[in-house]
Structure formats: C-alpha cells, structure tokens
Nanobody, 127 residues
C-alpha cells in the first residue's frame, strides 16, 4: 500500500482545512488508518486514527473537538477535517496505515505501530 496526502496549505488562525490521504490499493480498507504530525524540531506525534470501517475514532487531547477523521473505503481515502486551527497546529501532517490491525477495532497511537507512511503535507497556520 502506498499513501499520498493532499490538502495542506496556509490558513489563518481560526480557519479550517481538510486533508486527504489516498491509498494505492483496495487492501487499505482492511486497516486502521491514522494521522500524525511533526512540527519543526519536535517529535512526530499522534493526531488521531480510525478503525477499518470508520466505526471508531480516537484523537489526541490537543485536537479533540476540533479535528475529525473519516474514512471512505469505496474511494480508498481517509480524511482529516481540521477546524478552529491555531498556530500550534503548524506541522507536516502524515497519514499512516497499521497493517497489523487487520479488520481490527483496536487503535494504537505509537509511531512504531504504523508501518506504511505517506510523504506528508505541510499545514501552516498564521496568527
């Protein structure tokens, strides 16, 4: 499976962006999918994830209530809707697949749990 993110850009504080992650294969639909982000000089951190059918989601406290993850298996896509953005959300955003979570309802939040990554898309929030 190959993953490619899109939808990043520059937005003012309080604005919204919707990121997309496209998978190259239909097998993507079987796996837990996550979003991570990495700001300059910081470790890559978990943003949120959804189960194989989109039935369960889990978010980091820092984005809970502002970000929403959705999955559309028919289009081999997962999305990250980001609302009420602030400058602390500035980072490169990555989507990732946990291929061990095969039709699983368990969501893991460690970077090491995910084995396929996209190249990332830059999100910059100006104050």
């Amino acid at each position: 499976v190959q993953l490619v993110e899109s939808g990043g850009g520059l937005v003012q504080a309080g604005g919204s962006l919707r990121l997309s992650c496209a998978a190259s294969e239909r097998t993507f639909s079987r796996y837990v999918m996550a979003w991570f982000r990495q700001a300059p000089g910081k470790e890559r951190e978990f943003v949120g994830a959804t189960t194989w059918n989109g039935g369960k989601t889990y978010y980091a406290d820092s984005v809970k209530g502002r970000f929403t993850i959705s999955k559309e298996n028919a289009k081999n896509a997962v999305y990250l809707q980001m609302n009420n953005l602030n400058p602390e959300d500035t980072a490169v955003y990555y989507c990732a697949s946990d291929r061990r979570a095969f039709y699983s309802d368990s969501i893991r939040a460690r970077r090491s749990d995910y084995d396929v990554w996209g190249p990332g898309t830059q999100v910059t929030v100006s104050s």
